[in-house]
């Protein structure tokens, strides 16, 4: 079945630095895709979304990127801060989560 | 506006029991949807209600029911509880369908332990 995945589980940043979280997709038809970010013991919180007949759409210090010839989606957070850490989800509308990027910012 | 809204946050349930979550989408959102979300396995998608009609279902068992209420409030309930039903469940709603290309917005959902 189709599905989307995270690149690294784990991703590890100085504060202040740019943080870059990647997706990869499997269903060439889809055309929404969404971030989200999960704190522990919280809910999913929608970032940022973005269309298929677009390839970079940016938010307030998010940026997100879509590559649709290598069925690519990143996420940049720029000059990371320690409330950015967290679990950072990509998802493809409808319905499909990746597995998950769990974020640790580094003072 | 208030956001999505789930109870109970936090129940312990032993095994054979049922369970019932609610779920109050945000004011205006008629599509309510459910997941499941485990260490091992991520966010799975149980069910989606549109207008009280089950629209979309995952693969999950029988076990494993919803329905959805005129005012757009939604239940879903276990039944027969098994020890790996242990989960956070959360609940998420959006304007239309999610197929549609709808954006939805997750409450902090209900965290269930079976024991």
């Known amino acids: 079945g189709e599905s989307v995945g995270l690149h690294l589980p784990t991703l590890s940043v100085q504060e202040g630095d740019n943080s870059i979280i990647n997706c990869a997709y499997s269903n060439s038809a889809s055309d929404y895709f969404i971030w989200y970010k999960q704190e522990s013991g919280k809910g999913p919180q929608f970032i940022i979304d973005i269309r298929s007949n677009m390839d970079k759409r940016q938010g307030q210090r998010v940026t997100v990127l879509l590559n649709k010839t290598v069925k690519h989606l990143s996420l940049q957070i720029a000059a990371t801060q320690p409330g950015d850490s967290a679990v950072y989800f990509c998802a493809e509308a409808p319905l499909s989560f990746g597995a998950g990027t769990t974020v640790t910012v580094r003072a | 506006k208030a956001g999505v809204t789930q109870t109970p946050r936090y129940l312990i349930k032993t095994r054979g029991q049922q369970v019932t979550l609610s779920c109050s989408p945000i004011s205006g959102h008629r599509s309510v949807s459910w997941y499941q979300q485990t260490p091992g396995q991520g966010l799975q998608f149980l069910f989606e209600?549109?207008?009280?009609?089950?629209?979309n279902k995952g693969n999950f068992p029988g076990r494993f029911s919803g329905r959805q209420f005129s005012n757009s409030r939604s239940e879903m309930n276990v039944s027969t509880l098994e020890l790996g039903d242990s989960a956070l469940y959360l609940c998420?709603?959006?304007?239309?369908?999610?197929?549609?290309?709808?954006?939805?917005?997750f409450g902090e959902g209900s965290w269930l332990t079976v024991v």
């Open positions: 209600y549109f207008s009280e009609t089950q629209r």
């Open positions: 998420a709603s959006s304007i239309g369908l999610t197929v549609s290309g709808n954006t939805i917005y």
